[in-house]
């Protein structure tokens, strides 16, 4: 079964507006990350948030994990048009096995 | 550009060539990765390389053969496909397995006609 699933699968906002997005997942993790894709392109990293750790932030980017609900979430501040792309959670359940386990993503649109 | 670097990055071939996918990264990193990514659905994990040795192959079927040389280096043989192979293939790269987040290069658009 898919261990993240992201909520929305779509979301558009205007430019300037912040928008989140969610993330479930289903077994114990080591930390869990964010990546952002545009179209048909690699995956860029934004952030790692450790199983210990409860909200992480950098940039404009602001990550909450709870571990005993399964849940992260992904909020971007002040959106620019530049934020338009997918959004992906990965789960590392750590021990080095299974690599990275990947959602669907979140289409997000920022509307100029 | 990432660090990891993809060629092709569009392949079209038929289903009774054979064509190999190349993946290379200068990062220093120790472990490898190939993922399937087709539309609508959760990237796949396919096979991980760690320190040239490979840990994981997550049943991927045998028309699909993966190489890694070197740390540096990691292919992807492709022979027999079928048209449902169609989809972008994407490496990546990591410090080790179990540490950080992972560098992916572009893709390789691949269509099996």
């Known amino acids: 079964s898919q261990q993240g699933e992201e909520d929305p699968q779509a979301l558009s906002i205007q430019e300037g507006e912040n928008a989140t997005m969610n993330c479930s997942y289903k077994t114990s993790i080591n930390n869990l990350q964010w990546y952002r894709q545009n179209s048909g392109r690699g995956l860029v990293h934004l952030i790692l948030?450790?199983?210990?750790?409860r909200e992480k932030h950098s940039g404009r980017l602001r990550v909450t994990l709870d571990t005993s609900k399964k849940s992260s979430s992904l909020l971007i501040t002040a959106s620019r048009a530049a934020d338009t792309a997918s959004y992906f959670c990965?789960?590392?359940?750590?021990?080095?096995?299974?690599?990275?386990?990947f959602g669907k993503g979140t289409h997000l649109i920022i509307q100029p | 550009e990432t660090g990891v670097t993809q060629t092709p990055r569009h392949l079209v071939m038929g289903m009774t060539n054979k064509k190999s996918l190349k993946c290379e990264q200068h990062?220093?990193?120790?472990?490898m990765y190939w993922y399937k990514q087709s539309a609508k659905k959760p990237l796949e994990l396919m096979f991980v390389?760690?320190?040239?040795?490979?840990?994981e192959n997550n049943s991927v079927p045998s028309r699909f053969s993966p190489e890694c040389p070197n740390s540096s280096h990691l292919f992807l043989h492709l022979h027999t496909l079928q048209p449902e192979d169609s989809a972008l293939y994407l490496c990546?790269?990591?410090?080790?397995?179990?540490?950080?987040?992972?560098?992916f290069g572009s893709g390789t658009r691949l269509t099996v006609v």
């Open positions: 948030i450790r199983s210990n750790e």
């Open positions: 990546a790269s990591s410090q080790d397995r179990s540490v950080g987040g992972y560098t």
């Open positions: 390389y760690s320190l040239e040795e490979r840990v």
């Open positions: 990062l220093g990193h120790n472990a």
């Open positions: 990965a789960t590392d359940k750590g021990g080095g096995a299974d690599g990275l386990t």
